[in-house]
């Protein structure tokens, strides 16, 4: 593929050196991946540009899952594709034999569908696991049990993922007491496959769910798992004073069919307004507005003499490229470039959550609509809703 992924780091320096934000740095110049968002080159990425793509299939999605061993997977893949060679599928390859299932009293021809879902194994099994659920699945295929238990509506997510993980651990081993059957001459009872499905869940369990003391009776494993909720904490969010002698400034941006704006307000320890403002972007992308609206709100920091300044905004990757923490997405590295030029050691870059950054996020809504820069720098001057906003932060 050689370097056709590749942009030079100067070109895209190029491009917005028409707008403000070109500088001079002693950075050296790099290859840009374009193919990834942080301009680094990744395989995972590449694979992406060269594989053949199509719409993802809902059923598959749940055996192509990171929880369940890749075997099964892969053979939950054969099993509705028709791949497994069962005597009914060797049939269609001119394979005739002799065709005897292992799993009924009175034998009978072994196909995909009695082995997996209506002999008298498969019946037993599939009977005990939906029962002790309270489900009823009266579906005669393979496919229709299976989506059957995957539409199940169960509370909580190990419950639910249980629920998604269960019909293939007794499809496999359902294969796998045909198997032992066909080619060892050894019958298996259906209470053994109930205790090997049971030991291969608590495994998994373990492994899925760490917190969980995991019992050895199915009942109380399911118990154990319908209490697992996800641990709900609440915390009070709202805009913070900065520490006397220091000030504050909230940048954030906003899109709208208009294009983007960009707005920020910076204020004292005591929550008095210093400067604000609110500008027009056109059409910009949202990382590339949050970047454009802290520069902006730095700019104006400077300008009326502000040293010690605590910077918040909602954009956690803005603030951590910023920070040298991450890398800088090829779209926004002039902007992050000039933000980082000149920053005094005082400033401090930090994320906040956006419910504490109301009155930049309205700021940056009037930006956008009003379609021009406006800086403030009297309270009475602010938009109403701004106006209204910064007394609730007090
Ligand atoms: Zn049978």
């Given amino acids: 593929m050689g370097l056709s992924g590749f942009g030079i780091g100067?070109?895209?320096?190029?491009?917005?050196?028409?707008?403000?934000?070109?500088?001079?740095?002693?950075?050296?110049?790099?290859?840009?991946?374009?193919?990834?968002?942080?301009?680094?080159?990744?395989t995972r990425s590449a694979y992406q540009l060269v594989r053949p793509t199509r719409a993802c299939s809902w059923?598959?999605?749940?055996?192509?899952?990171?929880?369940?061993?890749?075997?099964?997977?892969?053979?939950?893949w054969r099993l509705v594709n028709g791949q497994l060679p069962m005597d009914?599928?060797?049939?269609?390859?001119?394979?005739?034999?002799?065709?005897?299932?292992?799993?009924?009293?009175?034998?009978?021809?072994?196909?995909?569908?009695?082995?997996?879902?209506?002999?008298?194994?498969?019946?037993?099994?599939?009977a005990f696991f939906e029962y002790s659920l309270g489900l009823s699945a009266s579906a005669a295929t393979v496919r229709s049990r299976c989506v059957t238990w995957w539409l199940f509506p169960v509370k909580g997510k190990a419950l639910r993922w249980l629920m998604r993980t269960l019909p293939i651990l007794i499809l496999w081993f359902l294969w796998r007491a045909r198997n032992i059957s066909r080619f060892e001459g050894?019958?298996?009872?259906?209470?053994?496959?109930?205790?090997?499905?049971?030991?291969?869940?608590?495994?998994?369990?373990?492994?899925?769910?760490?917190?969980?003391?995991?019992?050895?009776?199915?009942e109380d494993l399911l118990e154990a798992l319908a209490v697992v909720r996800r641990?709900?904490?609440?915390?009070?969010?709202?805009?913070?004073?900065?520490?006397t002698g220091c000030f504050k400034l909230n940048t954030d941006?906003?899109?709208?069919?208009?294009?983007?704006g960009g707005g920020g307000v910076i204020r004292d320890s005591c929550g008095r307004l210093i400067v604000a403002f609110a500008d027009?972007?056109?059409?910009?992308?949202?990382?590339?507005?949050?970047?454009?609206?802290?520069?902006?709100?730095?700019?104006?920091g400077r300008q009326v003499g502000v040293?010690?300044?605590?910077?918040?905004?909602?954009?956690?990757?803005?603030?951590?490229?910023?920070?040298?923490?991450?890398?800088?997405?090829?779209?926004i590295r002039p902007i992050v470039r000039a933000i980082r030029l000149g920053v005094p050691s005082s400033h401090q870059f930090c994320h906040c959550y956006r419910e504490g950054n109301t009155v930049a996020d309205s700021l940056a809504a009037y930006g956008a609509m009003s379609g021009t820069r406006v800086v403030f720098t009297k309270g009475s001057q602010l938009p109403t809703r701004t106006k209204g906003l910064l007394a609730l932060d007090l």
């Avoid at 050196?17 to 070109?22: E, H, K, N």
């Avoid at 495994?203 to 899925?208: E, V, W």
């Avoid at 954009?315 to 997405?329: A, D, F, H, S």
């Fill in 186 to 218: 050894r019958k298996i009872a259906g209470s053994q496959v109930r205790a090997l499905i049971i030991h291969e869940m608590r495994m998994l369990i373990r492994g899925h769910f760490s917190s969980i003391m995991v019992p050895c009776q199915w």
């Fill in 307 to 331: 040293s010690r300044l605590i910077v918040e905004s909602d954009c956690l990757v803005l603030i951590n490229c910023v920070r040298r923490e991450w890398g800088v997405p090829a779209g």
């Fill in 253 to 260: 941006s906003c899109a709208t069919g208009r294009g983007s």
């Fill in 10 to 42: 100067s070109r895209s320096d190029r491009g917005v050196a028409q707008g403000s934000f070109f500088c001079f740095s002693s950075d050296p110049d790099t290859l840009v991946w374009l193919r990834d968002p942080s301009g680094v080159f990744s």
């Fill in 88 to 126: 009914d599928v060797l049939k269609k390859f001119q394979i005739h034999g002799p065709s005897k299932c292992h799993c009924c009293v009175l034998a009978q021809l072994e196909t995909m569908e009695h082995v997996f879902s209506t002999g008298q194994l498969a019946t037993e099994t599939w």
């Fill in 59 to 76: 059923a598959f999605s749940f055996f192509w899952q990171s929880s369940i061993p890749r075997k099964l997977s892969f053979f939950m």
């Fill in 231 to 243: 641990a709900l904490t609440a915390t009070a969010v709202r805009w913070a004073f900065p520490p």
């Fill in 280 to 300: 027009s972007f056109g059409c910009v992308d949202s990382l590339q507005a949050e970047a454009r609206a802290l520069l902006l709100g730095l700019q104006l």
